[in-house]
């Protein structure tokens, strides 16, 4: 499948929910690529300062002809994930014409609720060109035993967008292993963290393959 992972909003967790669901779908040793969309390279960035073996390869593309440069690599990969830049608009238009699942970090703040529209605009206007596109709101840096997570779920309930039942805390071991190029999944394998990004990338794995939506 080809995950892109957008938000036109900044720092709601793209790169590091692209990272971490790449990682932890090498687990299942399927073949996975990670294209680092955003000319940031922040993708390009934690592989670089990784000092354990490549889990994946991460190519850097931060081009609006995304859509037509995946197809080449489709044959080589059994995934294919996409980290999305914020505000560039033509970038994530692209991404979105490549995908098979959109997925949008979001936050458990108004201000990300409010801010989605954008995003769900643009996945509205490439719905007319990419028809069997699919979209769902992941909840991200949850804070432990709040309500806020539900609420804004609820909230999110307007765009007419699903929010996916796994939903990833606020750790700080998310931020300590960005800055080995490593994932929490490697650090801790049995932590809640780990956990929640596996649930993560299962439940990805069944959107991609339900039908409808
Ligand atoms: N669940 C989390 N718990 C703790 N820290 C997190 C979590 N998710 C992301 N972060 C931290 O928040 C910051 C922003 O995350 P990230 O870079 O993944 O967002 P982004 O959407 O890719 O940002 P940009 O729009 O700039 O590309 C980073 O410092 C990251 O380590
Ligand atoms: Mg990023």
Redesign the pocket.
Known sequence: MVLAFL?Q?????????AVHVAAALTRHRAKVLLIDA?P?G?ALDWAACRVAAVLFPVIGFPKATLHKEIPAHLPHYDHILI?G??RVNDLARSAIMAADVVVI?VQPSPYDVWAAKDIVDLIGEAAIYHEAIKSAFVI??RIVNTAIGRDVAEALAGYNIPVLSAH?????A??ES?ATGSTVLENDPTSQASREIMALAEELLDFDTESGR
């Open positions: 938000n909003k900044g720092g709601v967790g793209k790169t590091t929910l955003d940031q922040s980290d830049p914020p970090p991200n840096r990833i805390s606020q750790r700080v998310f931020a960005a």
